[in-house]
């Protein structure tokens, strides 16, 4: 494995930025992943940066939208990897896309392993390991034979009109346990 082809970003200084400033340095990280992909599809067209992503992903090639969404809560929270890992991972995905035969291949394929590894010198990591408790919140609790379960909102509407769910663990039926009046009014 080769060194990682963007140099790293300062820790201390990326603690120290405030929320706008964040932003601009990752607007700046994708700017100079995407001139290194120019030197290999000089015609790749300049993605579009959003910070409009909820839930537990961290990032995503949006090519009807013609650019990248990225998390700016997993963003604030895992600063440094969230730069050195997820806005190369997203530019790779871009870069695939728009080579020959592009939107044929798998997203995580040998063509996008290959840009991770020879382009962006990194190990093609096909998620992250960013802690989600706080950026997906699961705030309805269900309980099996040996845990319990947080459920979305849209988990438990679903799971309230029939649907069933097993734990992986124990294969028993989840059964939602009722907030008690103490947990309403916290």
């Known amino acids: ?26 607007i700046d990280r994708v700017e100079a992943a995407w001139r290194l992909c120019l030197e290999v599809h000089p015609a790749l067209p300049r993605p579009t940066v959003w910070l409009d992503l909820r839930g537990k992903s961290a990032g995503q090639a949006h090519f009807g939208r013609g ?19 997820v806005v190369p991972h997203e530019m790779a995905h871009w870069l695939v896309h728009h080579l020959e035969d592009g939107e044929r291949v798998r997203p995580h394929g040998r063509e996008w392993q290959t840009v991770m590894r020879r382009l962006f010198g990194l190990a093609p990591r096909t998620t992250h390991r960013f802690d989600t408790d706080r950026a997906s919140p699961a705030p309805y609790r269900y309980r099996c034979g040996c845990r319990e379960h947080g459920f979305t909102a849209r988990r438990h509407a679903l799971a309230r009109k029939g649907s069933r769910y097993r734990c992986r663990h124990c294969a028993q039926t989840l059964v939602y346990c009722a907030r008690s009046a103490l947990e309403k009014t916290i």
């Not at 201390?12 to 706008?20: I, P, S």
């Not at 650019?67 to 890992?85: D, T, Y």
Request: hydrophobic share 50%; charged share 25%.
């Open 67 to 85: 650019g990248l969404r990225f998390n700016p809560l997993l963003l604030e929270e895992n600063r440094l990897a969230f730069l050195v890992e």
């Open 1 to 26: 494995m080769m060194a990682p082809a963007l140099p790293s970003p300062d820790p201390a200084r990326l603690d120290a930025l405030d929320r706008k400033a964040l932003h601009r340095a990752l």
